[in-house]
């Protein structure tokens, strides 16, 4: 049966000649995985680089049975490719870590994290089109952390977690004052995807 739903890749991997692995997450938050055949040569069906990590996307596909994982994708459009991303090299890498984080804490079969794919999408358009991103990168490191019940809430961390990330500018100045915090923020997570065994 062919379905149509809409993604944000988190990884793609070369398979033989042509062909791709692609992990995406569902609007329900579930990690799925995809085998593009022949996607490395069909420039119409999978064509401008539209199987990149970040671009949010609308699939069709043919799902697979519930013996076997993974589903044969047959055609891909994009939805939102973030552009702007590309525009500067730390607000990308950024963003491709966000990617990573993600794909790493979301699980298959999980179908009830809509949470993660609402937080990467919001945060890759903030990205995209904020002057300064320090804000947004300790809200995005806070509430992947809270959400993954690993986060001792202290009085610093209140305006990033009450306010979404699309009010990123609300928070800015002390997006920059807690600038500081970001390494530790991110070996945090690092070190939780590690110790769960994701």
């Known amino acids: 049966m062919d379905v149509k739903n809409r993604f944000i890749i988190l990884r793609k991997v070369r398979y033989g000649e042509a062909d791709l692995i692609i992990q995406a997450l569902s609007?329900?938050?579930?990690?799925?995985?995809?085998?593009?055949?022949?996607?490395?040569?069909?420039?119409?069906?999978?064509?401008?680089g539209v199987l990149e990590p970040g671009h949010f996307v609308l699939f069709t596909y043919h799902a697979?049975?519930?013996?076997?994982?993974?589903?044969t994708l047959k055609e891909a459009s994009v939805i939102q490719d973030f552009a702007g991303l590309r525009t500067d090299y730390d607000r990308l890498e950024f963003a491709l870590k966000t990617v990573d984080a993600v794909g790493k804490v979301s699980q298959e079969g999980d179908s009830s994290s809509d949470f993660l794919f609402n937080l990467l999408g919001h945060t890759l358009k903030a990205l995209e089109g904020a002057e300064k991103t320090e804000a947004i990168q300790v809200?995005?490191?806070?509430?992947?952390?809270?959400q993954q019940g690993v986060l001792t809430v202290e009085s610093w961390m209140e305006p990033f977690l009450r306010e979404p990330i699309s009010n990123h500018a609300l928070i800015l100045n002390e997006g920059i004052r807690e600038a500081r915090r970001l390494p530790g923020l991110e070996m945090l997570v690092e070190e939780y995807a590690k110790n769960a065994g994701l």
């Not at 938050?29 to 401008?48: Q, V, Y």
């Open 27 to 48: 609007p329900q938050g579930e990690k799925m995985s995809f085998i593009a055949r022949a996607a490395l040569k069909s420039k119409r069906r999978f064509g401008g």
């Open 64 to 71: 697979a049975n519930t013996a076997v994982k993974m589903h």
């Open 139 to 146: 809200q995005f490191w806070l509430k992947l952390l809270l």
